[in-house]
């Protein structure tokens, strides 16, 4: 079955320290990859696909199909940061349909 | 705001006792999505409209099921809630177009007691 993995359920760094939140997908063909942010007392939203390659927030997030990751980094950390964040995958045989991953809490300490 | 909104927020039921979960929306997006979430998992699709069509996962259980009779509002209807059925009840919408960009709304806490 297809699955996305975060093996980190918690993340936590010191403000201005790069930030690495991963993310592994089992799945042959071609997929698509997102991630999802909760910031605390907020809804669930998209933060970036790998389709675009664009920077969010200043975070950036690149498909390494070779090694079936999705890794989301940041160079420097900040406070706001702080939040759940989801992988997603969806690929042609599920339809337009996601599968997430369990979520990483990154906390960012002053 | 154009928005999603899920009534109640919180909700206790019994077990056994029949129990139904709201989701409405401003968006008018054509899809509407049904999400389980327990603690510290993935959330897990229920089910999910395409317009009206009705698209079950399928480890659905029976004991769940949805109707949708308007583009604005979507329900979940839990007919025997067992106390496994406690969790995080999230709703999303998104355009046909961008399945990808889903908007959720702020979940509903069902308890079973």
């Known amino acids: 079955a297809q699955r996305v993995t975060q093996p980190e359920k918690l993340l936590s760094v010191f403000k201005g320290a790069p930030v690495e939140l991963k993310c592994n997908y089992s799945?042959?063909?071609?997929?698509?990859l997102f991630w999802y942010v909760q910031y605390s007392r907020q809804r669930l939203q998209l933060l970036l696909r790998?389709?675009s390659r664009e920077s969010i927030k200043g975070f950036t997030a690149d498909l390494n199909k070779g090694e079936t990751s999705f890794h989301l980094k940041k160079p420097f950390a900040q406070e706001e940061d702080s939040a759940m964040y989801y992988c997603?995958?969806?690929?042609?045989?599920?339809?337009?349909?996601?599968?997430f991953g369990a979520g990483t809490i990154l906390r960012v300490k002053s | 705001d154009a928005m999603v909104i899920q009534n109640p927020r919180y909700q206790v039921t019994q077990f056994g006792k029949p129990v139904t979960l709201s989701c409405s929306q401003t968006?008018?997006?054509?899809?509407m999505y049904w999400y389980q979430q327990k603690s510290s998992q993935a959330p897990k699709l229920l089910f999910h409209?395409?317009?009206?069509?009705?698209?079950n996962e399928a480890d659905t259980p029976d004991n769940f099921q949805s109707r949708r009779p308007n583009t604005s509002f979507c329900f979940l209807d839990i007919r025997s809630p067992g106390l496994g059925d406690a969790a995080m009840y999230l709703c999303?919408?998104?355009?046909?177009?961008?399945?990808?960009?889903?908007?959720f709304g702020p979940g509903t806490r069902l308890t079973v007691t």
């Open positions: 999303a919408t998104s355009r046909a177009g961008k399945t990808y960009e889903q908007y």
């Open positions: 799945y042959s063909g071609s997929p698509e």
């Open positions: 790998h389709i």
């Open positions: 997603a995958l969806r690929f042609m045989e599920y339809g337009n349909k996601l599968v």
């Open positions: 968006l008018n997006h054509n899809v």
């Open positions: 409209y395409y317009d009206k069509d009705f698209n």
